[in-house]
């Protein structure tokens, strides 16, 4: 599940470099205008978001079951914290930058795994 997690963050990192500025577009401006229509597209949008979602919670708490990451910070708290590491990157990122997209993604592993470590 660690592994699993890691490739999850990293995946969507990639994914905002490859599809800047698309997806920064959606998470910043058009993520509350998208979940209050009814349109095929938005609601596959909305679908795949919550995977998405579910697929993080599912990790960590498997992670925390296991004994791999700490058990006093609620599953969704710890979630909430790679969603806004991850999420909040659209106010400076930019691909070519002074940072790749997978230098993000690995410092901000070490921060949420170092974090969450036990002991």
């Known amino acids: 599940p660690r592994e699993r997690l890691r490739a999850v963050i990293t995946q969507l990192m990639m994914a905002y470099d490859r599809y800047y500025p698309h997806m920064y577009v959606y998470i910043q ?7 209050s ?30 004994g791999e990451l700490r058990n006093d910070i609620a599953v969704s708290l710890a979630a909430n ?30 921060i949420f795994f170092e974090g969450m470590e036990t002991g």
């Not at 806004?84 to 997209?101: F, I, K």
């Open 81 to 110: 914290a790679i969603f806004g590491m991850l999420n909040w990157t659209h106010r400076w990122y930019q691909p070519g930058g002074p940072h790749a997209a997978t230098e993000v993604a690995d410092s901000f592993c070490k």
């Open 29 to 35: 401006e058009e993520m509350e205008r998208i979940a």
């Open 37 to 66: 229509e009814k349109s095929e597209w938005a609601q596959q949008l909305i679908t795949q978001t919550r995977t998405y979602e579910r697929i993080v919670l599912s990790l960590i708490a498997e992670l925390i079951r296991n």
